[in-house]
Nanobody
Framework: EVQLVESGGGLVQPGGSLKLSCAAS????????MSWVRQAPGKGLEWVSG????????YYADSVKGRFTISRDNAKNTLYLQLNSLKTEDTAMYYC??????????????RGQGTQVTVSS
């Protein structure tokens, strides 16, 4: 059974930073491409960023490119998302999920309980 536990969210002012973590309890974590997706209140699920299994290739939505950085530590079975220059429109529940794009994320249908990011002055 795959378990994904996100952490690191919080309340931050516009322009601030946060680092999200996702601890995966699956033996073959290093074999999975992974993504971060988010859902803002009243909106649908939005793909934010993806990374291949080895960590050498990363992908970003245009809305976060240049501000967010995805990474992973396969030795620790952990996925990260560094959020910089946060904007109010980044406010959402953030989830990690297997798959490196939205199509695969939705097809696999796995994600954690999420961590809330609120950007407000």
């Amino acid at each position: 059974e795959v378990q994904l536990v996100e952490s690191g969210g919080g309340l931050v002012q516009p322009g601030g930073s946060l680092k999200l973590s996702c601890a995966a309890s699956v033996f073959t974590f290093s074999s999975y491409p992974m993504s971060w997706v988010r859902q803002a209140p009243g909106k649908g699920l939005e793909w934010v960023s993806g990374i291949n299994s080895g960590g050498g290739s990363t992908y970003y939505a245009d809305s976060v490119k240049g501000r967010f950085t995805i990474s992973r530590d396969n030795a620790k079975n952990t996925l990260y998302l560094q959020l910089n220059s946060l904007k109010t429109e980044d406010t959402a529940m953030y989830y990690c999920a297997p798959g490196e794009d939205m199509t695969t994320v939705q097809a696999l249908g796995l994600r954690g309980q999420g961590t809330q990011v609120t950007v407000s002055s």
